[in-house]
């Protein structure tokens, strides 16, 4: 199930903004100190913007990630939700290749491969990058914002990124937003899927993993792809947390993931991709 959402006033995020602060013992409290099970860890993906370089360091996050992250095929059927949106990206662009940012062990790339969706994946990890090159699928293993500044203007289809934007401090989420702004051609897509910090039990397990920065609230990963072009801008909410939530009325949130999808404005007369 999922819900969709428009970008909210500034007057409740800041209530929303306090309302978490008064929650916070309550998640501190529901989590004690005994270890959580892997379905309740968010889905991982380093990312494309993580430093990893030393192979020790990356063998420990991978083992950390494998136990800890989501099943592959929970993965895909979150990520499915979205294959119409790189469909309609993909028609609208006449095939223009859409890129994973992150795509960490291919769920998505598999699925736009199925639906025939032209696609390549961008991502730090060289193991898990030769591991889907074996797989059969296209992948460059490199940082995202090194990757978007050496890619042409207007020449992809779509920049799609899920559990990535929060493993990037501000001024790179910036950067990566303004680059993908200019790299997406008229009728491309761009979906920014990240944890949820309206769910308390999310943030609950957010810190769990250390190479986490910070969340990132859907109203401003909106705000700023309205203010850079991007058009039919919207919030899918997915994957429901698995306890219900102690509080209620509160403004809180029981999904604990979201996605912030936006399409780039066609020239006038074109039909463009469509709403999912």
């Known amino acids: 199930m999922t819900r969709t959402g428009n970008i909210p006033f500034i007057g409740p995020l800041l209530n929303k ?3 978490a602060v008064r929650i916070a013992p309550l ?3 529901a989590f004690p100190s005994d270890p959580l099970p892997a379905s ?3 889905p991982f993906s380093v990312g494309a913007c993580a430093d990893l370089s030393d192979p020790t360091d990356e063998a420990l996050y991978r083992g950390f990630a494998e136990s800890a992250g989501g099943s592959e095929e929970v993965i895909r059927q979150h990520r499915e939700l979205f294959i119409p949106v790189t469909r309609e990206a993909a028609v609208a662009t006449k095939g223009m290749p859409i890129v994973d940012v992150g795509c ?3 769920e ?3 699925l736009m491969r199925i639906a025939g969706v032209e696609a390549f994946g961008v991502d730090t990890s060289e193991c898990l990058g030769e591991r889907l ?3 059969g699928h296209r992948v460059q293993t490199e940082d995202a914002v090194t990757f978007l500044e050496s890619t042409p203007d207007r020449s992809l289809g779509g920049v799609v990124c ?4 929060e493993h990037m401090d501000s001024f790179y989420f910036l950067r990566f937003l303004r680059l993908t702004a200019r790299k997406v051609a008229p009728g491309g897509c761009v979906i920014l899927g990240t944890s949820n910090p309206e769910c308390p039990f999310e943030m609950g397990v957010f810190w769990l993993d250390l190479t986490h920065v910070r969340p990132y609230h859907h109203a401003t990963c909106a705000c700023y792809l309205s203010q850079l072009g991007f058009g039919s801008v919207r919030t899918v909410f997915y994957d429901p947390a698995p306890i219900p939530l102690r509080t209620s009325n509160d403004g809180s949130s029981p999904y604990r993931a979201y996605a912030v999808v936006g399409v780039r404005s066609l020239p006038k007369g074109t039909v463009g991709a469509g709403a999912m």
């Open 27 to 29: 998640v501190a409290a």
């Open 162 to 165: 899920f559990n990535v934007v």
């Open 104 to 106: 960490g062990r291919g």
């Open 40 to 42: 309740r860890v968010a």
């Open 133 to 135: 090159r074996e797989e």
């Open 108 to 110: 998505f790339l598999g």
């Open 17 to 19: 903004a306090r309302i």
